[in-house]
């Protein structure tokens, strides 16, 4: 192994996932061994709509390099309509922080049921992929504590 | 404004309203300030002209509390505001008595000086019953002219019209002052490369000095306690400590009244470091209008808000990707 | 050629086909229009890109009888499309050889004017670099 | 602060081979607020609870973090543990250091490191963590089953006999389902209706069973123990209480050539019917679209002809409200649209059928009388072709992914059947694999073979082309002797994969009930709770989840019942303390979080407050703690943060964000 891939660039990745689809999609992938890197922390949520754009802001300020949010496809929200709103208020954060020039590939949302373990490992894959070739978050993040 | 004062007085006379609420002229001929008028001699200092650019549905919140009925003077654009209020049962219709004013565009002090134009003494033809074509300013160093509609608040070239959205009773001639498209300026933003506009908005915030001007001043922003002031989050801060609380609290901000600003402008207008804030709520409102619908907040006091509503086949947010 | 691994890969690689996914149903031979002209059928070339066999593919009758119809890729139920497993042993040996299995010259005379223009389509593909 | 205990599961060496569970130990010590932490083998086990226990009394503990399997997995346990030594239940939090570490990741410096973090973030959550106590809510005892197939009928047999109220909706004018269609049934081969009717009947007459036909269920709201739902009742045009069911009207019907649903579209039937003669309710309807009364104004013969005068013309759908503590989804299965297979040729010959049609074929009561015969020309067949798996185990768009589970069996069944009936007949089955595991199913399989002399060839059918002479060309393979076969057959009979009938898809919108990606609804675990839904109150009968057999769907249709029993069995239920709350200070009233709210359980309160000194009357929101169900769409909406959610609040979040970005 070269000294390059040693110090190869390792993301910090927050994501939420809702109780009741991702986060049991999640444990499918789990308890089907399909393995995505582990720069992937998972937050439990109850739902996709519990989660406060300031959550997903507060990540990027304190250092994450992606944040991803989980949930029940549309239609089968365990709430019936949750992941409706988190939906739109996903778009239009995504939508603004694009607009102020962070990169949108550091944001996802994905709907993943509890059978879709390999869903959820691919997507967790992509994602890490994606985010490990945007390179370090340093538009976002809170420079004063890091140095 | 005469006619707007012999109204308001014989209003408060017959004991329809309990005080009114206006403008009064400030210590320099372009900074009139809101203020209450309770008393018949009060309205000596009583102005209503292109510097009355304050919306004064957020002073509803509180005047809805007060004993009696309050008169509030609204231009065009604040009813908007007062509506969106009413929707969210900040402000109480029964205690408002309306008078929609007219208005001709109101008028940037900073334009003003900006176009060189310094040691201002008097400005005339900014009266509402003027023509509203030309500024004549007398200085220090003598007369100047300038054109009205150079001077005027950005807002009102992308105005929403001039109709009032709720009023009891109208009084005053308006002009309309729409010359240029609303979205304009947030198309040439979203036109950028990620780091154009990562440096545009980094240079515009780091002005900011967290004065919070625009939060006290914005109808939308009408929280009892601000989150920002608030220890729900762990985000309360009095002041900016790094480069990213800035971005992270108009984002925040602008997200909080996505949907129900009203794009009145009061953020950029009263902002003492010039930062053109309307971007952030005006690329909410494109966004809403392209992805949902148009929408505009406070156009009445009883539809769903884009952001309390749903289709089942909305956009993913993928499409900021695809969009590119 | 290369080892015998590496062909397999090789195979895998330009049909795009994962042999693991097959269930060995035989539906690709239920379909296929030459099948009595070959010596290995369609299903097991599955099994000899599995079992790395890939000489014996390169030099079965079947790399050249098949008449990439395409029938076995169309109704295969697990997306396995045997069709382009031969049609890349093809590639394989038409690439490594450095000469066609006809001459561009030869093809005139063995016209038939009653031959569907698919058939002619599908030829080209087959014998033409 | 908190006295938090941290507990480090090895679970055997799921965790520990990859996990340095000892690692993990030493770090959480070092985190604020942990005043113990220990590993140990398997933290659900007795002992392990017992360490937790211990630990609580001895440490004083106020907290807990356990590092283990996922909190859907034990959450309850641990926290079941935590409460018996004295501890708020809601004082525990789990770190999934299993499914969402170990079991994924290889290398044990990197997992070591992940579980670190994820230990550490439930740590910070904990450190937030407030006492909740759990609320009641009162359980209506009176069940709903969706769909009258065998799944439904013993459901709700079962429930009855238990002594409770159940209604069975059911779309078609019939209960009976997908049974009813059947000839014989495997491996015993006795008649279905034989023993189908004698439920059905039984159904109809239990004093606690209510069956609701040809009705749908049109919207659902409330929560596990007190459902309300809306049930659309069709117009059916005759009155039910006046109708003997004499059959006189059908008879008379002018309007005769409607596609006969229940004989899958072989024959035709009037425009007023009864699906089947052992019809219940024994109660014809109008077919709106096809009488001639309902397009035209004019006819009206079975009103005259009924000598009862049941027929109703003016009759309207009627909504029912009614309320339930549970719901059971039965709502079974329709073989798939075979429109993408054309080299089967569906399509093109009329002797190319499917399996259920030729239920219909041999049945007595079907389309033929029972007689084996081509439905194209009448004629007897000689040769008979079997395709299995047809649009099952497919990974193309075409078909299904799954096995299908019954064809295999059902096929030996046909194959066995005709062979008995007609000895001269030749049939030959193409099978990928037989698939028998059940009791007596490979015998069965093998009889079909050994004493009937049915011809199973290990290979599959490329093509069927209906020839000039009205054969079917089938071109097959035999895998084991390597030969392609060109054989003519008088009738092909495709085993078509089955899947959820195509309703279910609006129903579990409606009850929030998680689905597959092939519309089977998903169970709450696939081992330890397979007949209940994720949500709460709905419960899971027959093929709607997942394909299974009669003997099988009868057994599930029990468990949904026990299921369904054990909780209108409660007088009350406790109620998740998760739930919103709004604090009174901050609460702006402005109703944004109401219109979010998917369960109304928002209202404003006009109340006096305090705020640091000012008195004031405010209108301020008010969250029912019975009704909210804990999504957290509010919090979101709520613009100054007044409205939290309580066991998920935004600072416990926040923690948890910071401490896995540190």
């Not at chain 2, 992805?291 to 009445?300: K, M, N």
Request: glycine content about 6%.
């Amino acid at each position: 192994m070269s000294i390059e891939t040693k110090e190869e660039f390792r993301p910090k990745i927050v994501a939420f996932c809702c109780n009741w689809c991702s986060y049991a999609g999640a444990d499918l992938a789990g308890s089907s061994r399909l393995s995505y890197p582990a720069d992937v922390k998972i937050i439990r949520v109850p739902c996709s709509c519990r989660v406060n754009p300031m959550f997903i802001l507060r990540a990027f300020e304190k250092g994450a390099d992606g944040v991803i949010l989980c949930g029940c496809h549309p239609g089968d929200c365990h709430y019936s309509t949750g992941n409706y709103y988190a939906r739109r208020r996903m778009t239009l954060l995504f939508s603004m922080l694009d607009y102020i020039g962070v990169e949108n590939g550091r944001t996802r949302v994905e709907w993943v049921s509890a059978a879709e373990g390999v869903k959820f490992s691919t997507t967790m894959n992509e994602f890490v992929e994606k985010v490990r070739s945007l390179g370090k978050n340093v538009r976002l993040e809170d420079l004063r504590c890091r140095n | 404004m005469q006619e707007l004062i012999n109204r308001a007085k014989e209003l408060l006379a017959d004991g329809t309203v309990a005080r009114v609420l206006g403008w009064k002229a400030g210590d320099l001929p372009y900074n009139p300030e809101p203020a209450y008028f309770e008393k018949e001699e009060d309205f000596e200092n009583f102005v209503y002209n292109g510097f009355c650019g304050a919306n004064l549905s957020k002073y509803m919140i509180e005047a809805s509390k007060l004993e009696g009925k309050t008169l509030v003077c609204l231009k065009p654009c604040d009813t908007y505001s007062f509506n969106q209020l009413i929707k969210e049962h900040r402000v109480d219709r029964e205690k408002a008595y309306i008078i929609g004013v007219g208005c001709k565009g109101k008028l940037d002090i900073e334009k003003i000086k900006g176009m060189g134009i310094k040691g201002i003494e008097s400005i005339s033809g900014a009266e509402i019953t003027d023509g509203a074509d030309t500024l004549t300013i007398q200085t220090l160093y003598g007369e100047k002219t300038c054109s009205y509609a150079d001077a005027m608040l950005e807002r009102c070239h992308v105005c929403k019209g001039k109709e009032h959205k709720i009023y009891d009773e109208l009084i005053g001639e308006s002009k309309e002052t729409k010359d240029a498209e609303r979205f304009d300026s947030v198309a040439a933003i979203e036109a950028m490369s990620p780091e154009e506009k990562f440096a545009f908005f980094q240079k515009e915030l780091s002005k900011c000095i967290r004065c919070n001007a625009c939060r006290n001043v914005c109808p939308a922003c009408s929280c009892r306690k601000c989150v920002f002031d608030s220890n729900k989050f762990d985000s309360s801060q009095k002041a900016n400590v790094d480069s990213f609380e800035e971005k992270m609290f108009h984002i925040i901000r602008a997200f909080h009244v996505a949907g129900r600003c009203t794009d009145c402008g009061e953020c950029s207008r009263v902002c003492p470091q010039g930062i053109p804030l309307h971007l952030f709520n005006r690329k909410f409102i494109k966004d809403i209008n392209e992805f949902y619908g148009e929408y505009q907040a406070g156009e009445d006091t009883d539809s769903r808000g884009p952001l309390t509503d749903f289709t089942f086949d909305d956009v993913e947010p993928g499409i900021v990707a695809e969009r590119g | 050629m290369n080892t015998p691994k590496k062909q397999a890969e090789m195979i895998k690689e330009i049909s795009g086909v994962n042999p693991l996914k097959c269930m060995k149903c035989g539906k690709c031979s239920a379909s296929c229009p030459s099948y009595n002209e070959m010596d290995i059928k369609p299903h097991q070339f599955v099994s000899y890109v599995q079992n790395e066999d890939i000489e014996s593919l390169v030099n079965s009758k079947s790399l050249w009888k098949c008449l990439s119809c395409f029938a076995c890729v169309e109704r295969c139920p697990r997306d396995v499309k045997p069709g382009k497993l031969i049609d890349a042993a093809r590639q394989l040996v038409v690439r490594e050889k450095g000469g066609d299995y006809l001459m561009a010259d030869e093809i005139p005379e063995l016209l038939d004017p009653e031959l569907p223009q698919q058939l002619l389509v599908s030829a080209f593909r087959r014998y033409r670099r | 602060m908190q006295r938090i205990g941290v507990f480090v599961c090895h679970c055997g060496s799921n965790i520990a081979a990859t996990v340095d569970v000892k690692k993990v130990v030493e770090m959480a010590k070092m985190e604020p607020g942990v005043v113990h932490a220990e590993d140990y083998q398997y933290m659900c086990s007795e002992a392990g609870q017992s360490k937790i226990a211990e630990a609580i009394k001895n440490e004083k503990l106020t907290g807990l973090v356990v590092c283990s399997c996922s909190p859907r997995m034990h959450e309850t346990t641990f926290r079941k543990a935590a409460e018996r030594a004295g501890l708020n239940p809601y004082m525990v939090e789990v770190a999934n250091i299993r499914e969402h570490c170990s079991w994924i990741h290889k290398d044990m410096e990197e997992a070591t490191k992940k579980a670190v973090i994820l230990a550490r973030a439930a740590i910070a959550k904990v450190n937030l963590n407030a006492s909740l106590k759990p609320g009641e809510s009162l359980v209506t005892k009176r069940a709903l089953v969706i769909g009258g197939g065998i799944a439904g009928i013993q459901t709700a047999l079962d429930i009855a006999e238990a002594g409770y109220e159940v209604d069975i909706v059911e779309k078609t004018p019939s209960i009976g389902g997908r049974m009813s269609q059947l000839d014989k049934t495997f491996p015993t081969l006795d008649c279905s209706a034989c023993i189908l009717t004698p439920k059905m009947v039984e159904a109809s007459a239990h004093e606690k069973i209510n069956i609701y036909t040809y009705s749908e269920v049109e919207k659902v709201s409330g929560f596990v123990g007190d459902f309300t739902v809306d049930i659309r009742k069709k117009a059916r045009s005759v009155d039910m209480d006046k109708c003997t069911g004499c059959g006189v009207c059908q008879e008379k019907c002018p309007s005769k050539k409607n596609s006969n649903e229940f004989n899958r579209g072989l024959n035709t039937r009037s425009a007023i019917y009864t699906p089947f003669a052992q019809a219940i309710p024994n109660v014809p309807v109008i077919d709106r679209e096809n009488c001639i009364k309902f397009k035209t104004g004019k006819c009206g013969v079975c009103a005259k002809v009924c000598q009862a005068g049941a027929i109703d013309y003016e009759q309207k759908d009627e909504i029912l409200t009614e309320k339930y503590g549970a719901i059971v989804v039965a709502t079974g299965f329709d073989t798939i649209k075979l429109d993408n297979y054309d080299e089967y040729a569906y399509n093109q010959s009329k002797d190319v059928i499917t399996s259920l049609e030729l239920e219909r074929i041999m049945n007595a009561a079907g389309p033929t009388k029972g007689h084996l015969e081509r439905m194209s020309d009448g004629k007897a067949p000689k040769n008979m072709v079997f395709i299995q798996c047809v649009g099952s185990r497919c990974a193309d768009k075409r078909g299904k992914s799954y096995c299908s589970k019954i064809c295999c069996m059902y096929t030996a069944k046909h194959a066995m059947l005709i062979r008995d009936k007609y000895p001269d007949v030749n049939v030959t089955v193409f099978y990928i694999d037989v698939r028998t595991p059940g009791k007596n199913f490979d015998e069965f399989y093998r009889r079909a073979v050994e004493e009937y002399g049915v011809n199973y060839i290990k290979g599959q059918v490329g093509k069927v082309a209906p020839q000039p002479n009205g054969q079917l060309l089938v071109q097959g393979v035999d895998l084991i002797d390597n030969k392609q076969i060109l054989m003519e057959a008088d009738m092909v009979v495709l085993a078509t994969a089955i899947e959820p009938d195509p309703s279910v898809r609006k129903i579990a919108t409606m009850l929030t009930a998680s689905i597959d990606t092939n519309n089977f609804l998903t169970e709450a675990h696939p081992k330890l709770r397979p007949v209940e839904s994720p949500t709460a109150g709905i419960f899971l009968s027959g093929v709607c989840q997942g394909p299974k057999d009669i003997p099988e769907t009868v057994s599930q249709a029990g468990a949904a019942a026990v299921k369904a029993i054990g909780l209108l069995a409660k007088d009350k239920l406790m109620t998740n303390p998760c739930t919103a709350k709004s604090d009174e200070l901050l609460c702006n009233g402005c109703s944004t979080c109401e219109n979010v709210c998917p369960y109304g359980a928002i209202t404003y309160e006009d109340k006096e407050v305090n705020d640091h000194g000012i008195r004031e009357t405010r209108r301020i929101a008010v969250v029912n703690n019975a009704l909210c169900q804990g999504c957290g769409a509010c919090t979101v909406a709520c613009p100054s943060g007044a409205m939290d959610l309580q066991g998920f609040s935004n600072r416990q979040i926040i923690a948890e964000v910071d401490a896995i970005c540190r």
